[in-house]
């Protein structure tokens, strides 16, 4: 098992930053690919950052391409998300999931998920 906890979320004019973090405990944190989903209201839940279990490998959409990074610490158990220039359309749930094998960009494939952290960016 492993358990995610997100965290750094809120709200934010367009234009701004926030860091969302996601605190993994459990089985051996460093094994496994983490990634970043998110779901606004109304919408299926997409895919935003994914980011392999070494940090060697990243991924993203390409609607946060340039302006999110997404990182991780293996010492800290933890995985970040860097949103930059935030626009009103990156509002929604932020989930942060843990994939037991190569770094994936679909759902399915995510094992353990966190509850989600609100990121709400007003215009």
């Known amino acids: 098992q492993v358990q995610l906890v997100e965290s750094g979320g809120g709200l934010v004019q367009a234009g701004g930053s926030l860091r969302l973090s996601c605190a993994a405990s459990g089985r051996t944190f460093s094994s496994y690919a983490m990634g970043w989903f998110r779901q606004a209201p109304g919408k299926e839940r997409e895919f935003v950052a994914a980011?392999?279990?070494?940090?060697?490998?990243?991924y993203y959409a390409d609607s946060v391409k340039g302006r999110f990074t997404i990182s991780r610490d293996n010492a800290k158990n933890t995985v970040y998300l860097q949103m930059n220039s935030l626009k009103p359309e990156d509002t929604a749930v932020y989930y942060c999931?843990?994939?037991?094998?190569?770094?994936?960009?679909?759902?399915?494939?995510?094992?353990?998920w966190g509850q989600g952290t609100q990121v709400t960016v007003s215009s």
């Open positions: 999931a843990a994939a037991p094998s190569v770094v994936t960009t679909t759902p399915l494939e995510y094992d353990y």
């Open positions: 980011i392999s279990w070494s940090g060697g490998s990243t």
